[in-house]
């Protein structure tokens, strides 16, 4: 879901898993991350509301079919500041803890 370029609609086999997934620990969710999931949220919906939270989104970027049967199309876009630098500076910090 995070690879830049990939198009994802609410269709899509990972994102109705992610949904069930959801579902199944909406109270732990509600608890430590403050997200409500409910049935009527689209898995669309619960995968923009997790990614808030770390401050990341899906950019709408087309619709699909016909107009009875139209569905909305997102890509991940990545964030165009330093948090990669950042990340893997974490990561050689706890690698070097862990030896």
């Not at 409500?36 to 509301?49: D, W």
């Not at 950019?59 to 699909?64: D, F």
Request: net charge positive; with cysteine; charged share 30%.
């Amino acid at each position: 879901m995070l690879t830049p370029k990939v198009k994802l609609r609410g269709g899509d086999e990972e994102l109705q898993e992610l949904k069930a997934l959801a579902l199944k620990h909406r109270r732990t969710l509600k608890n430590h991350l403050n997200v409500s999931v409910s049935e009527k949220l689209t898995p669309i919906v619960i995968a923009q509301k997790l990614l808030a939270k770390i401050g990341l989104r899906l950019a709408y970027v087309a619709r699909l079919g016909s107009r009875e049967n139209r569905e909305c199309v997102y890509e991940f876009v990545p964030p165009a500041n330093e948090r990669d630098c950042i990340f893997s500076q974490w990561l050689k910090r706890d690698e070097l803890f862990q030896r």
